[in-house]
């Protein structure tokens, strides 16, 4: 399993910042981090591919429908 810090969501393309992922993720419209340490959050890589994923998804079917 890989892990991404926050800078490396930035990275995937994921321009947020901090607080709208917390907020996102207590919606439960962004995958959960998971401590990796006492201050330091991680995300699993194959979670955040599945929430782009499902964000093309979403676009492209809005703009055929």
Known sequence: MKVLSFRDLRE????FSRQYVHKLVRRGEFPA???IGVKTNAWNDSEIDGYLKDRFAKRK???SG
């Open 33 to 35: 981090p998971f401590k």
């Open 61 to 63: 079917a809005a703009s």
């Open 12 to 15: 995937k393309g994921i321009p």
